[in-house]
């Protein structure tokens, strides 16, 4: 029954489908999503309940292939949240970047008074480089986890 109502709306996908669709258009999401039908209403897919064959399992829904402005809004949605597949991508590039920007910033003691360094400085600077909001929390966490004995050398405290 499922071919049938596909059959005559050409712009709707099955669930299968419609992953694979997003997965071409770069909106990469975890295959193991067992509540497409919530992401679908979160993100303004539009969708439809089939009649589902036979009496066992839930109604199955098919999905109306996104235009390009709603899969852009979608991967800034993605990118934003940390439990996605591309918000941890962005993680992940995030602290390498904290990482190399405080690797490269000299110690209090060989840089000129005026010019301090803060880890909300550090935050700046990645947000401006990735393009994504980066908290002072996040580089807090991730300079105490991997380079804890040289905060306090490179960092100036605030007041």
Avoid at 10 to 27: A, H, P, Q, R
Avoid at 137 to 144: A, E, P, W
């Amino acid at each position: 029954m499922l071919k049938n109502k596909k059959s005559e709306k050409g712009d709707y996908l099955t669930k299968d489908e419609m992953m694979s669709f997003l997965k071409n258009k770069g909106v990469i999401i975890d295959h193991k999503t067992k509540n497409f039908l919530r992401f679908a209403k979160n993100n303004g897919i539009i969708y439809k309940i089939v009649e589902r064959v036979g009496s066992a399992g839930h109604a199955p829904a098919v999905y109306k292939k996104p235009n390009q402005d709603q899969i852009i809004k979608i991967l800034e949605k993605l990118k934003k949240n940390n439990n996605s597949l591309a918000g941890r991508k962005i993680v992940k590039q995030k602290t390498k970047l904290i990482l190399s920007i405080f690797d490269k910033t000299t110690k209090k003691d060989d840089r000129p008074k005026e010019e301090k360094v803060y880890r909300n400085t550090i935050a700046d600077e990645v947000a401006e480089k990735l393009g994504v909001n980066t908290n002072v929390k996040l580089v807090r966490k991730v300079l105490k986890k991997s380079r804890k004995l040289e905060i306090d050398k490179k960092l100036n405290k605030p007041r």
